[in-house]
């Protein structure tokens, strides 16, 4: 745990045992018939919570001496959210977290272990899961969250700019090369204004972590603890000036962040036939779906020497390390892991279901997305899936890209920059 992390956990402690006395407790009992009052939470409202909705009404219906009340906040600063709430004692018993946070709550002890509960329940196992979102979901021994869906990364393009160019679609035998000529083909100009971009090469992390990979290079040792020489490395250096090169000059091939800014961001763009490719997840398609956009999907592509690379995202169901009814929360993060739910969220298509069975009847029966499932067998753990300083290392390296992106400083002194900042404060 990183010694940063003490105060705040002090911090969040007595700030719990405080709010315990609180009338205000999200986990008070009540006097609704005696029954055990629960609440959970996600990201999003109502409408797109509408499995969570139906979930909670069978729940209860299933439960009869627990009430379970389903509370979602706003995707726009759920992060901040939750954790004030946690921090003031007020959190739900049950919450969500993205797989980017996994370590970061349990660094902050807000999460309860769930090893004690599995193995007093037989009948729950765990192997009715996918193994590697298990695997993301255990934190230096112990299992601290169940999956509730996740969704690989893989290639998603525009099939119209495609058509219009007469060029062929992405293919499994694709390179990083292959990818980055097609691109300059499908990158048009009006004069000196761009109209269409080729591929979007931006500035979020996860497509940048693929590309490194599969030139043999990460900003950060196994463990996490290191970034000199390896964030600055000779080999990270050489392969993110190629990539911040795609988009910058006369002959880029990705908008910059202004492009993006202006044109209303990778997604919008592709919607409008204005960017024919981008690395992105599944659930990209809840926006595609509604637009009258072609689209397919597509294996990342690799490395000359045959390396392939991809993340899944993935969202974890956690109790409140300070719920005072822990048991009931445990039945209630079952009953939304569990195999009937994942049937209930894969049907309408948005996500995958991180049970096996389950997967696999979609295997069975899909076509259009079928690469995107594939890139989940070239899967590789990012910084903050492998260690509690993950934070550290994505906000130092984000700046530096920032830095390369706007023209500020030079990929070698950027990075060498980030490096030493981050093993700064890591030693903190």
């Known amino acids: 745990m990183k010694k940063g992390s003490i ?4 911090i969040l402690v007595l700030s719990m045992l405080l709010s315990a006395c609180s009338s205000g407790s999200s986990t008070d009992t009540g006097s609704s018939g005696g029954k055990v009052k629960l609440t959970f939470t996600v990201w999003g409202d109502v409408n797109s919570g509408a499995d969570e909705v139906k979930l909670a009404e069978q729940f209860n219906a299933a439960h009869p001496n627990i009430e379970v009340k389903f509370e979602p906040i706003p995707s726009e600063g759920y992060g901040t959210k939750l954790t004030t709430s946690l ?3 007020q959190a739900p018993d049950v919450f969500l977290v993205g797989e980017g946070d996994y370590y970061k709550y349990v660094d902050k002890g807000v999460v309860e272990p769930l090893d004690s509960y599995l193995a007093a329940d ?7 899961f996918q193994p590697d979102l298990i695997n993301n979901m255990k934190i230096e021994g112990k299992q601290y969250y169940l999956p509730k869906d996740f969704n690989p990364l893989a290639l998603w393009y525009n099939k119209r700019m495609f058509d219009e160019a007469q060029i062929p679609y992405p293919t499994d035998e694709w390179t990083w090369d292959d990818m980055i000529a097609v691109a300059q083909k499908l990158t048009k100009k009006e004069g000196n204004k761009y109209t269409q971009f080729g591929f979007n090469a931006g500035k979020w992390e996860y497509p940048i972590y693929t590309y490194l990979w599969d030139y043999g290079t990460d900003i ?16 990270t250096v050489a392969a993110m000036e190629k990539y911040v090169a795609l988009s910058q000059g006369e002959n880029r091939v990705s908008p910059t962040p202004l492009d993006s800014q202006t044109l209303g961001g990778d997604s919008s763009m592709f919607m409008t036939d204005k960017l024919a490719m981008m690395v992105t997840g599944r659930w990209v398609k809840t926006d595609l779906d509604k637009s009258n956009v072609k689209y397919g999907s597509a294996m990342i592509p ?6 392939r690379s991809s993340i899944i995202a993935s969202a974890g169901w956690a109790i409140n390390v300070s719920s005072t009814h822990k048991q009931e929360a ?6 939304l892991s569990g195999a009937d739910a994942q049937k209930l969220r894969s049907n309408n298509g948005k996500v995958l279901p991180a049970t096996v ?10 076509v259009a997305d079928k690469p995107v499932i594939e890139m989940m067998n070239f899967a590789k753990k990012p910084i903050t899936l492998r260690s509690a300083n993950g934070p550290i290392f994505v906000e130092e390296f984000t700046k530096a890209l920032e830095k390369m992106l706007l023209g500020e400083q030079d990929t070698r002194t950027a990075l060498d920059e980030a490096a030493k900042n981050v093993d700064s404060k890591i030693k903190k």
Do not use: C, Q, R
């Not at 196994?222 to 970034?227: H, K, M, N, V």
């Not at 690799?302 to 390396?307: C, L, P, S």
């Open 7 to 10: 105060g705040l956990i002090m």
């Open 87 to 89: 921090a003031a004692g």
């Open 122 to 128: 037989p009948s729950f196992k765990l192997n009715i």
């Open 220 to 235: 950060a040792n196994e463990d996490g603890t290191t970034a000199e020489g390896y964030m600055n490395s000779d080999k």
């Open 302 to 307: 690799k490395n000359a020497d045959g390396t």
């Open 330 to 335: 445990y039945e209630l993060v079952k009953w």
């Open 357 to 366: 069975k389950e997967l696999e009847k979609v295997k069975a029966k899909e």
